[in-house]
């Protein structure tokens, strides 16, 4: 269990490590470039020259790799060129936001999601399987930001019952928060509700569950107690693998309605020419990716004693 | 060996013909499955639509005329604007139809791109096995590691907006999922007879991957082709409306729903026609990928 950790943990420092140099080189391996974006794209030649000795960049491009990598270790990205303050104090206030939205995204989704898909699969075929699949699939089917523009025009445009955009300007808001928590659900509970069903549909017709049905025990015992057990453990891996879904949907999410977290200013800075937050926004993007990705393969192996990578 | 050769000459046009009937066969199955038969439906109509957009009496799209009109206003020519008329008065169905033909021909050229790049990776990957294995998968985890969009944002942050970029950015972000569908289906495919017979015959390797492997793996690649050209129609909205895609002025549905979001409050035509066209697109290309799926999940 602790070799598997160690390697996987391994495998995860090494990504981390060449998507910050591919980042890297992309964005800080054309010095010019990188003064020009900082000066302003009138400033002159021995302005930008000077600038780039000012700042550490004669030095060769590893070490300032390396430099870079350091400083990002540290919580230092440098200073946001749209707003000029340091990336991490923006990215930490950013962060805070995409925190609170995804939390209470994570406490809708997770029961409904899991209700729906038990409710569908404890009867493989019912009606009710067949609605819920059906609905399932043509919710996960419309991308976000075509949801969101229907509900806007029901919710905000027509019943005029909700604000349509979240920028918090007025302090914190739960009346903000409810369109945008809506169109994530909407968009991502019908991946989880199908992979419960299939995995609680596949429990249902295991041998142990026709055993304890037919010792006579009652259905409802053995739902909870048996089935319940072995069919949440797919979804489990699911839901945290969700996550590098979830930030695509959120980074959409919030543009819609301005809601000011991680995803609305990474979009703002690939606008505006940021490179800065650019980088520190992705890296963080991809630190949540990989780390999804580690909890899933640990916990799916600590949950499921039968599974046991080699 | 020249005797062989031109026996396999004399047989490959009667094999041929066998593979495409087979392939309308299985085409025509779809008959079976009436949720395949919707989406195939929703798809044939927006491809009749981009295929006669050139023929179709309609307004030049980019054409600024009165702006706001309703569903069905006179336009001051004489004509009527069938689906009304946007904030800059351009034409809103003539926009929606030549947006359709837009983002179907970039959508198709990118995923056919991604298809390339990927079937020859996992190929190489899943036939070769050892250290071509091992880097060709490091760099497929390398770029799975990243949100979908947010590769596709750098891309662009890099690049600058074009088709081309969007094609870049498919590429990179679906390329190695490809890869990984195709190095699966190729290492169940190389245990088998006909590829030792191969070896055995003396093919390069190149031939093996190319001529005996990849098309004994299309059945599952189909499915996926099919889901994964919606992704990619859904990709190229989602940057239109992130402002990221097609560069304006030409009609582009994700950056149509940017434009009139904010005022639908007095013109929701604007908003809720493209939504509708994006959302019935790509309903289609899922449809159609359960229907195609269902029926291979059959035999």
């Known amino acids: 269990m602790i070799v598997l950790a160690g390697k996987r943990l391994l495998a995860m420092l090494l990504i981390m490590l060449v998507v910050s140099f591919i980042l890297f080189s992309l964005f800080e391996s054309d010095k010019m470039a990188v003064a020009g974006k900082v000066l302003g794209a009138y400033s002159s030649l021995e302005q930008r020259e000077l600038w780039l000795t000012q700042n550490g960049y004669d030095a060769p491009f590893l070490e300032r790799y390396l430099q870079w990598v350091g400083g990002a270790l540290h919580g230092d990205f440098g200073n946001s060129l749209q707003y000029k303050v340091p990336v991490s104090e923006l990215l930490a206030d950013r962060l805070k936001n995409t925190g609170i939205l995804t939390l209470v995204f994570f406490l809708i989704m997770i029961p409904l999601s899991l209700t729906l898909g038990v409710l569908a699969g404890m009867k493989e075929g019912s009606w009710l399987d067949r609605v819920i699949s059906v609905v399932a699939v043509l919710t996960t089917s419309i991308p976000e930001f075509v949801t969101a523009t229907f509900l806007t025009g029901v919710f905000v445009y027509s019943w005029h019952l909700l604000p349509g955009t979240s920028s918090m300007t007025g302090g914190f808001s739960w009346k903000e928060l409810i369109l945008p928590v809506m169109v994530l659900v909407i968009y991502d509970f019908g991946y989880v509700t199908r992979m419960t069903r299939a995995s609680m549909a596949e429990v249902m017709t295991s041998q142990y569950i026709r055993t304890a049905v037919l010792k006579g025990l009652p259905y409802k015992r053995v739902i909870m107690r048996h089935a319940l057990r072995n069919a949440l453990i797919a979804p489990f891996t699911v839901i945290v693998l969700q996550l590098n879904w979830l930030l695509s949907g959120l980074v959409v999410v919030e543009v819609f309605f301005a809601y000011k977290g991680f995803g609305y200013l990474l979009v703002d800075a690939a606008l505006f020419g940021d490179i800065y937050v650019i980088e520190a926004c992705v890296l963080v993007a991809v630190f949540v990716a990989v780390f999804s990705q580690f909890i899933s393969d640990i916990g799916y192996t600590l949950l499921n004693p039968r599974i046991r990578f080699s | ?299």
């Open chain 2, 1 to 299: 060996m020249s005797s062989s050769v031109k026996l396999e000459d004399e047989k490959a046009p009667v094999k041929r013909e066998a593979g495409l009937k087979l392939f309308f066969k299985r085409l025509a199955l779809i008959r079976e499955s009436p949720v395949g038969m919707v989406g195939a439906a929703l798809i044939l109509f927006w491809v009749v639509m981009a295929v006669l957009a050139p023929v179709l009496p309609l307004y030049d799209p980019n054409a600024i005329m009165a702006p706001f009109q309703k569903i069905g206003a006179a336009a001051p020519d004489g004509g009527t604007f069938w689906l009304g008329t946007d904030h800059k008065g351009r034409d809103i169905l003539s926009r929606i139809i030549w947006g359709a033909q837009k983002v179907l021909i970039w959508a198709t050229f990118a995923t056919f791109v991604a298809y390339v790049v990927g079937m020859l990776m996992g190929v190489l990957a899943g036939y070769k096995g050892g250290w071509a294995d091992e880097i060709v998968s490091f760099i497929a985890n390398i770029f799975l590691s990243f949100p979908f969009i947010i590769l596709c944002i750098i891309i662009v942050a890099t690049l600058g907006a074009s088709g081309w970029t969007v094609v870049v950015a498919v590429t990179f972000a679906s390329a190695p999922q490809i890869m990984r569908i195709v190095r699966g289906l190729v290492l169940d495919l190389k245990t088998r007879d006909y590829i030792f017979a191969a070896q055995t015959r003396g093919e390069t390797p190149w031939y093996i991957m190319l001529v005996e492997l990849l098309p004994n793996a299309r059945g599952p690649l189909i499915v996926d082709a099919c889901l994964r050209l919606g992704y990619t129609v859904v990709a190229i909205a989602t940057l239109g409306f992130l402002g990221l895609g097609l560069p304006p002025p030409d009609p582009d549905w994700g950056l149509m729903l940017k434009e009139a979001v904010p005022l639908g409050a007095f013109a929701g035509h604007t908003m809720y026609l493209p939504a509708a066209a994006l959302a019935s697109l790509i309903l289609g290309f899922n449809l159609l990928a359960d229907g195609l799926r269902e029926i291979s999940l059959r035999d």
